[in-house]
Nanobody
Framework: QVQLVESGGGSVQAGGSLRLSCTAS????????MGWYRQAPGKEREFVAR????TASYAGSVRGRFIVSRAWNTAYLQMNNLKPEDTAVYYC?????????????WGQGTQVTVSS
């Protein structure tokens, strides 16, 4: 089973930047799309950004500040001008394609904390 390994989380002051990475454990696996979600304490998991077939999409709350990109089976999330409301656990998401169809895989999550 493919695992998604995330890195790059941490603590930063408001206005700072962080870059998250997510790499699939198997290089040969086919992944059709990769994206990022986040979950703040007491809130539901929400969509952040996605890179699918060369097209990036963003939640309104991060558009213009975050940049999602992908290199083979690694996804990146460059987060600029971070705000305290960006504090959350960030999860990588991938659509893994196999002979039996497409399944969704999730990373273990990485904490991002933004202080004011």
């Amino acid at each position: 089973q493919v695992q998604l390994v995330e890195s790059g989380g941490g603590s930063v002051q408001a206005g700072g930047s962080l870059r998250l990475s997510c790499t699939a454990s198997e290089r040969s696996v086919r992944i059709s799309a990769m994206g990022w979600y986040r979950q703040a304490p007491g809130k539901e998991r929400e969509f952040v950004a996605r890179f699918d077939a060369g097209t990036a999409s963003y939640a309104g709350s991060v558009r213009g500040r975050f940049i999602v990109s992908r290199a083979w089976n690694t996804a990146y999330l460059q987060m600029n001008n971070l705000k305290p409301e960006d504090t959350a656990v960030y999860y990588c998401n991938a659509d893994v394609v196999s002979g039996s169809g497409t399944r969704e895989e999730w990373g273990q999550g990485t904490q991002v904390t933004v202080s004011s």
